[in-house]
């Protein structure tokens, strides 16, 4: 009898070792924790950290449409660079962020269109992603960087 439950319990052991590696779990991370890796960055070039009057106005959001955001945009309005995060837990919600956010980058493009080269080749080259709930806009020369660093979070 003894004999069988060591038998048992080794077999059990071999099937944990066994699956236990493919086993993956999500690591929680916050709101604070990611906009920390762009504020600081924000803060090395010299970004305005923007409201939720800027978010009504050109993301088209309304505070209600998203748990939190954080927004950092290039002073000037003849220069393209803007780093955004919205966390939102409802998938639905995400959804609407994520084609917000679509939108934002097509009238970016738009309003530098025929004279703002450097910015707009910088804005086809800006990228949306979303991790987890965290979904983002990245128009900066270092937006692969960013991704990366935020990357590491998770």
């Known amino acids: ?9 080794e077999f059990g052991c071999m099937i944990l ?5 493919f086993t993956h779990v999500d690591k929680t991370v916050s709101m604070k924790q990611v ?3 762009i504020e600081s960055y924000s803060k090395t070039s010299k970004y305005e950290h923007e409201d939720t009057k800027f978010i009504r ?3 088209h959001l309304n505070k209600e449409d998203y748990q939190s955001a954080v927004i950092y945009k290039h002073p000037s309005t003849m220069e393209a660079e803007e780093l955004s995060v919205f966390y939102e837990t ?9 084609d917000k956010l679509e939108k934002r980058m097509q009238d970016k493009l738009q309003s530098f269109k025929g004279y703002g080269q450097r ?4 804005i086809q080259k800006g990228f949306i992603f979303q991790k987890g709930p965290f979904i983002f ?3 900066d020369e270092q937006a ?6 935020i990357y590491q979070l998770f």
């Open 17 to 21: 070792l066994l699956i236990l590696p």
């Open 144 to 149: 692969a960087t960013l991704k990366n660093k």
């Open 57 to 59: 106005k050109y993301y």
């Open 1 to 9: 009898m003894l004999n069988k439950f060591r038998l048992l319990l």
């Open 35 to 37: 906009s920390s890796v």
């Open 90 to 98: 409802d998938e639905n919600k995400q959804k609407a962020i994520y």
């Open 137 to 139: 806009l990245m128009v």
């Open 119 to 122: 910015q707009s080749d910088l």
